[in-house]
């Protein structure tokens, strides 16, 4: 029997502070009908524009998935569409008042949290479902990076990731059913190294950054000094590195939690297809730009 497509019972929202542009405000949820798709709609702009979450409609992978139509952007969708496909939402109109979604701890967690507290709705039209039938590969060669699916009998994810360094080497992560989404890759934040974070900062690029919503990896020696002017850029009393090379800010979730949210990222870049996927997802040292074009290929190949 076919799976039916969902919506949530009654509107939530979310607020906080987006990472990039520092900007604070809200989000909420609201109920679709069938065969509505998951749209944005900017209300803090004149008309309120609507912007299809599709891939036609990526406007940038810089630090981040980016949706833009006639001058309006939404920045950072990939973490709430991450939320919506674990949790098996189709239809949700989601207002915004400022370009950035929230960024909250870094993860998907407060928004599955909020979808949840709002109820899941089901609907009587079947789920649109793209069924994989044959192999399909993208690739960077010169940059170590391959995506690839194939066919399988419901959705899977296999992730590696690799920076080769001492600190953060290789790593995997497996997602082989979409329900486990909540408990398994939720709750993984973003990870940043520490040389990209100064880069950020120097560059007054992370205007919303907290120290609380990234993992940080420290691969060189860091002076005493650096440590403290990055304590005081974050309003905390210290920093320190521990043992394992991470700043003491936060601890891991997960061993391997930067491999499980880079598997979060692709959960929500893909769905950027516009349906829900059938097959079997394999990602070597996956981004948003691998992601998203990725996304492209499968929709030219399967729904053009």
Do not use: W
């Not at 630090?63 to 919506?84: D, F, K, P, S």
């Not at 690739?139 to 990076?145: D, H, Q, R, S, W």
């Not at 800010?249 to 893909?270: S, T, V």
Request: glycine share 6%.
């Amino acid at each position: 029997m076919a799976e039916r497509q969902k919506t949530i019972k009654q509107a939530v929202s979310v607020s906080g502070t987006g990472l990039h542009t520092g900007q604070h405000g809200s989000i909420t949820f609201h109920p679709a009908s069938e065969n509505h798709g998951i749209k944005f709609r900017r209300i803090d702009k004149k008309g309120q524009p609507v912007i299809d979450a599709h891939v036609k409609n990526v406007l940038s992978t810089e630090r981040g998935t980016t949706l833009g139509v006639n001058g309006t952007h939404i920045y950072t969708i990939e973490h709430v569409l991450a939320a919506l496909t674990g949790l098996g939402i189709d239809n949700v109109l989601i207002d915004i008042d400022m370009e950035e979604m929230p960024i909250m701890d870094g993860s998907s967690r407060f928004f599955v949290e909020a979808i949840e507290k709002a109820g899941v709705q089901s609907q009587q039209a079947e789920k649109k479902v793209l069924v994989i039938t044959e192999k399909v590969e993208f690739e960077i060669p010169e940059k170590k990076i391959r995506v690839t699916i194939e066919p399988a009998e419901k959705l899977r994810f296999s992730v590696e990731i690799d920076y080769e360094t001492k600190v953060l080497g290789k790593q995997l992560a497996t997602l082989d059913d979409i329900t486990d989404f909540k408990h398994e890759i939720a709750p993984c934040r973003t990870f940043v190294f520490l040389h990209e974070l100064e880069f950020l900062l120097n560059n007054n690029l992370v205007k919303g950054g907290d120290i609380n919503n990234a993992i940080v990896f420290v691969n060189k020696l860091v002076s005493q000094e650096e440590l403290d002017r990055l304590a005081k850029l974050f309003n905390k009393p210290s920093v320190k590195v521990k043992e394992i090379g991470i700043l003491n800010n936060i601890d891991l979730r997960f061993k391997n939690e930067p491999a499980r949210h880079k598997l979060l990222d692709l959960i929500g870049d893909l769905t950027l297809l516009g349906m829900n996927i059938q097959g079997h997802v394999k990602a070597e040292r996956p981004g948003h730009y691998t992601n998203t074009e990725f996304a492209k290929l499968l929709h030219q190949k399967f729904l053009s």
